[in-house]
């Protein structure tokens, strides 16, 4: 058996700016990945890199070569240990390059033998939490507007981005919007410790499900001030990249916010998993602004989670690839009609 390889960077224009208390961003530059074996099959995986965790197209598109070079040695997509671990050899760091080649040989194994990668994992696809929709940072008469929008439709969870000086005024706006919506809220590590244990109050009052990532990373102790003390559920997603992150955020949140992006392969936000379940915590699945090239491989994931927020393709003005249907909210594995993690070019 032979394997080829390629990988095309694309421009991915956002239906609007999105905007957290990091910064905003407009476009979402994704790299794809294509894995054909000699029968002409293809395997399709996407990378989403962050520059929070120092990953950019230019990285990803840098250290790419390499990683293919492995997965050709190697030769065989069933082969997904191995080639992970190759990958691994070839760069440690770099997770959303990795994680790219890692979905498109998963999906390229899971086509070869003719079932949905859910169903090579042995999971229910009736499993499957209803995904997020995320409302970004804005004016608060467009905030409003968003979160209406997105009920109307057909959205029934929201996550709001949250940290500024209007984070009251911003919920307010969004529960007026959407009295019956599910919220979540995520602060991208804006708040200080005390803050967050105050907003949390008035959060849970009204009817906040949980706060993602009050402080930052860098603050560990402060994570676990804000877990003692606040009113509602905490995540962890900035502070937790990888399953060895999970015993350090244990006792200091009671959900692990697992990114495919940030794990670096399928198999590692498995890994995740389990060793988040190993230590009581809940799962939730999130994700980058994304084309479904990936974000049909984190769908695949749905049912062994608490929570999904994988809308990423949802915030983009148009993908070049079409994956798992997720409208209304629910993750539609079992309408999935395609073999592997269901993505497809949109032309096809
Ligand atoms: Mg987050």
């Known amino acids: 058996m032979s394997l080829e390889t390629e990988f095309e960077r694309v421009s991915l224009p956002l239906e609007d700016p999105f905007t957290i208390s990091r910064g905003t961003q407009t476009e979402a530059e994704n790299v794809i990945v294509r894995v054909?074996?000699?029968?002409?099959?293809?395997?399709?995986?996407?990378?989403?890199?962050?520059?929070?965790?120092?990953?950019?197209?230019?990285?990803?598109?840098?250290?790419?070569?390499?990683?293919?070079?492995?997965?050709?040695?190697?030769?065989?997509?069933?082969?997904?240990?191995?080639?992970?671990?190759?990958?691994?050899?070839?760069?440690?760091?770099?997770?959303?390059?990795?994680?790219?080649?890692?979905?498109?040989?998963?999906?390229?194994?899971?086509?070869?033998?003719?079932?949905?990668?859910?169903?090579?994992?042995?999971?229910?696809?009736?499993?499957?939490?209803?995904?997020?929709?995320?409302?970004?940072?804005?004016?608060?008469?467009?905030?409003?507007?968003?979160?209406a929008a997105a009920v109307e439709a057909g959205y029934p969870v929201l996550k709001i981005k949250l940290g500024t000086d209007r984070d009251r005024e911003l919920i307010d706006a969004v529960r007026e919007a959407a009295p019956d919506a599910r919220l979540r809220v995520d602060a991208n590590e804006a708040w200080t410790p005390k803050e967050a244990v105050a907003k949390s109050a008035w959060l849970a009052e009204r009817d906040v499900e949980f706060v993602e990532?009050?402080?930052?990373?860098?603050?560990?102790?402060?994570?676990?001030?804000?877990?003692?003390?606040?009113?509602?559920?905490?995540?962890?997603?900035?502070?937790?990249?990888?399953?060895?992150?999970?015993?350090?955020?244990?006792?200091?949140c009671d959900i692990a916010n697992l990114k495919l992006m940030k794990t670096g392969s399928l198999s590692e936000a498995r890994r995740l998993i389990a060793a988040a379940r190993a230590h009581g915590l809940e799962v939730m699945c999130g994700c980058m602004i994304e084309s479904n090239a990936s974000i049909a491989a984190a769908a695949q994931l749905a049912p062994l989670l608490d929570y999904v927020d994988i809308d990423g393709s949802l915030l983009l003005a148009e993908d070049p690839y079409e994956g798992v249907d997720l409208w209304g909210g629910d993750v539609r594995l079992a309408d999935q009609d395609r073999a592997g993690t269901g993505a497809r070019p949109a032309s096809e």
């Open 213 to 252: 990532q009050p402080v930052p990373a860098e603050n560990p102790e402060g994570l676990r001030y804000v877990y003692e003390r606040s009113e509602l559920p905490i995540a962890a997603d900035e502070s937790c990249m990888t399953a060895a992150d999970v015993p350090a955020v244990a006792d200091r």
């Open 36 to 147: 054909t074996d000699d029968a002409g099959m293809t395997g399709i995986g996407g990378a989403a890199p962050s520059a929070h965790y120092g990953e950019t197209a230019d990285t990803v598109a840098a250290v790419m070569p390499d990683l293919l070079d492995a997965v050709e040695r190697v030769g065989d997509p069933h082969a997904i240990r191995e080639i992970e671990g190759e990958l691994r050899a070839v760069v440690n760091g770099n997770p959303a390059a990795r994680c790219a080649v890692s979905i498109a040989v998963h999906d390229l194994a899971a086509k070869r033998l003719g079932v949905p990668l859910y169903r090579l994992w042995g999971l229910d696809p009736n499993d499957a939490p209803k995904t997020s929709f995320t409302v970004g940072l804005d004016e608060t008469d467009r905030v409003r507007e968003k979160a």
